[in-house]
């Protein structure tokens, strides 16, 4: 029997935010070893050249998954939805269209895939024999592009189902087969740069195939959805809407991403290293404040559906509080830690010095990127995609304003542009918060509580 929306309002605490966003950080934190693993394997090969070439084409689809990344985002909220609005047989249903969308995708990037090659070696730029080397390792995870795109989807939603521990071990499936792969592939055959290509599709291959496996049984033996369900026009055309803003934001997120890179580099091999270890440090913080997310997604996903706006922000208020204590911890520990942790990380004196001279710009930033992290979250649990594409439209456009402004300032100039992006995509959605939650839950609202 189905259901009812009033049987999932249950109350949300601080153990059921940690029960999704604890399993999601230590998920994330696995997930640059594929990129990793076949750097360190290559390494070993003693060629400069291929160890260039595979760094430059796990970025380039690092860069390029990222940007479907609604695959996963789109799939979690949908399910969290669903869940909520006890349309448990709908789950079925978001799985499957997701899937089929990640097999659309991944097909075009196949077929397209010369051109594609063509465009992002011409923007990387790298010499002769870098790109030779990141050629042959494109020309053959790119095959593996449908499986990488429908992880994606599995992963939605398993985390859409508050089900973050299968996630993280799907993940985890991935990531030990890639690394057992890549040793033997690598290491043992001497396949080179093909065999850690090759050594990624398989992990991608393995950890669909578990993940498809534990779907079906949590589905209860069957993944059959009716035809006319999986392809009703109202149902598809609110899911392409809602992933093709998730695509935009995710596309003007990059944007700002590249940019700060490029100026980096024209800035001189010294500070653009510098950079690069200092982002290592953001990425530390974002692995953490990204899980409390996934848990925004979730929660709030789940009280949208169930159109309990007293769960809506309470998951809203303890994912913000949880993300600034986060944060807080992490920008003490960068202060006091962070000369050490740059000399780790480098032995060249000179980048040493340059890093250090920007660590109060990176010590900062977890305390302004936690508001934007967490109301993406809780943006992406409501499906408000539309609002969120157009504020992340406009923080870029501050974003770049602020860099013009500072430019003058060189590398210190963009690490303060930088933070006024922090600042403005938190900000901006903190201030549009009010009035989304006030029209999405103005006939459904159950309680006048708000953050």
């Known amino acids: 029997m189905e259901l009812t929306p009033s049987q999932f309002q249950t109350k949300v605490t601080t153990a059921r935010v940690f029960a999704?966003?604890?399993?999601?950080?230590?998920?994330?934190?696995?997930?640059?070893?594929?990129?990793?693993?076949?750097?360190?394997?290559?390494?070993?090969?003693?060629?400069?050249?291929?160890?260039?070439?595979?760094?430059?084409?796990?970025?380039?689809?690092?860069?390029?998954?990222?940007?479907?990344?609604?695959?996963?985002?789109?799939?979690?909220?949908?399910?969290?939805?669903?869940?909520?609005?006890?349309?448990?047989a709908q789950t079925r249903l978001h799985l499957m269209r997701g899937l089929?969308?990640?097999?659309?995708i991944g097909a075009g990037l196949i077929a397209l895939q010369l051109p594609l090659a063509a465009v992002l070696f011409q923007m990387m730029g790298g010499s002769e024999a870098v790109t030779r080397a990141a050629r042959g390792y494109f020309n053959i995870r790119i095959w593996s592009a449908p499986l990488?795109?429908?992880?994606?989807?599995v992963l939605g939603w398993l985390i859409g189902q508050a089900r973050a521990g299968l996630a993280l071990a799907v993940q985890v499936v991935i990531n030990v087969v890639n690394m057992a792969a890549t040793a033997a592939l690598v290491l043992w055959l001497g396949a080179g740069i093909a065999g850690a290509a090759i050594a990624a599709a398989l992990a991608e291959t393995s950890g669909l195939a578990i993940g498809l496996f534990i779907a079906w049984r949590l589905a209860g033996g069957t993944l059959a959805v009716p035809r006319a369900e999986l392809f009703d026009r109202a149902g598809l055309m609110r899911m392409l809407s809602v992933n093709r803003d998730i695509m935009i934001r995710t596309a003007a997120l990059i944007a700002a991403f590249l940019f700060f890179t490029a100026?980096?580099?024209?800035?001189?091999?010294?500070?653009?290293?510098?950079?690069?270890?200092l982002n290592n440090f953001l990425l530390v913080s974002a692995f953490f404040l990204d899980g409390l997310a996934n848990a925004a997604e979730q929660l709030c996903g789940q009280a949208y559906g169930a159109g309990d706006r007293s769960a809506f922000s309470a998951a809203t208020r303890l994912v913000v509080r949880w993300g600034l204590a986060f944060a807080i911890v992490v920008a003490i520990l960068f202060a006091l830690f962070g000369a050490k942790l740059i000399d780790v990380m480098t032995a060249s004196e000179d980048v040493r010095r340059t890093a250090?001279?920007?660590?109060?710009?990176?010590?900062?930033?977890?305390?302004?990127?936690?508001?934007?992290f967490a109301f993406d979250g809780v943006y992406i649990g409501a499906t408000w995609?539309?609002?969120?594409?157009?504020?992340?439209?406009?923080?870029?456009?501050?974003?770049?304003?602020?860099?013009?402004a500072l430019r003058s300032f060189g590398n210190a100039g963009l690490w303060a542009a930088q933070l006024a992006h922090y600042g403005a995509r938190g900000g901006l959605q903190a201030l549009r918060y009010p009035s989304l939650?006030?029209?999405?839950?103005?006939?459904?609202?159950?309680?006048?509580?708000?953050?």
């Not at 380039?60 to 789109?74: N, P, T």
């Open 20 to 88: 999704i966003a604890g399993p999601a950080m230590v998920a994330n934190l696995t997930t640059p070893l594929i990129g990793i693993v076949s750097t360190t394997a290559v390494g070993h090969l003693g060629d400069a050249a291929l160890l260039g070439g595979v760094a430059m084409a796990s970025f380039m689809f690092d860069c390029l998954f990222w940007l479907f990344g609604f695959l996963r985002m789109g799939t979690l909220a949908f399910t969290a939805q669903a869940i909520g609005a006890g349309e448990t």
């Open 100 to 104: 089929n969308a990640a097999a659309l």
């Open 148 to 153: 990488a795109l429908a992880n994606y989807v």
């Open 263 to 277: 100026q980096g580099a024209r800035a001189g091999d010294t500070t653009l290293a510098a950079n690069a270890v």
């Open 356 to 372: 250090r001279d920007y660590l109060i710009f990176v010590a900062f930033s977890p305390l302004l990127s936690v508001f934007a």
């Open 385 to 404: 995609a539309r609002d969120m594409r157009n504020l992340m439209l406009a923080s870029l456009a501050i974003f770049l304003g602020a860099w013009f």
């Open 437 to 451: 939650l006030k029209a999405s839950f103005s006939k459904a609202g159950r309680s006048s509580s708000d953050l």
